[in-house]
């Protein structure tokens, strides 16, 4: 069982930066694929980013490319998103998830654990 938490959101102007963080509780964290997902008002959950437990497979939305970054520290049980260059259309609440698996997934559906989401707001 894994819980996940996480912070970082807030109101930024756009052109500016946040970072998010994703505590997680547990000790298998650095054996969880990690993601990050997004949800706008009035839209489906969509995939943002995702690390594998090792770090060495990165994927991200072509949306997202170039401005933000995943990462992860296992000795701190966390996985970060650094945001850049944000645009409105950035704006959504934003969910990590962990999946305990090998591989890394884009899909929602694939992983098994949610945090309660923290909302990134980029105003024009």
């Known amino acids: 069982q894994v819980q996940l938490v996480e912070s970082g959101g807030g109101l930024v102007q756009a052109g500016g930066s946040l970072r998010l963080s994703c505590a997680a509780s547990g000790r298998s964290f650095s054996t969880y694929a990690m993601g990050w997902f997004r949800q706008a008002p009035g839209k489906e959950r969509e995939f943002v980013a995702a690390i594998s437990w090792t770090g060495g497979n990165i994927y991200y939305a072509d949306s997202v490319k170039g401005r933000f970054t995943i990462s992860r520290d296992n000795t701190k049980n966390t996985v970060y998103l650094q945001m850049n260059s944000l645009k409105p259309e950035d704006t959504a609440v934003y969910y990590c998830?962990?999946?305990?698996?090998?591989?890394?997934?884009?899909?929602?559906?694939?992983?098994?654990?949610w945090g309660q989401g923290t909302q990134v707001t980029v105003s024009s």
């Open positions: 998830a962990a999946d305990p698996t090998i591989r890394v997934f884009t899909t929602a559906g694939e992983y098994d654990y």
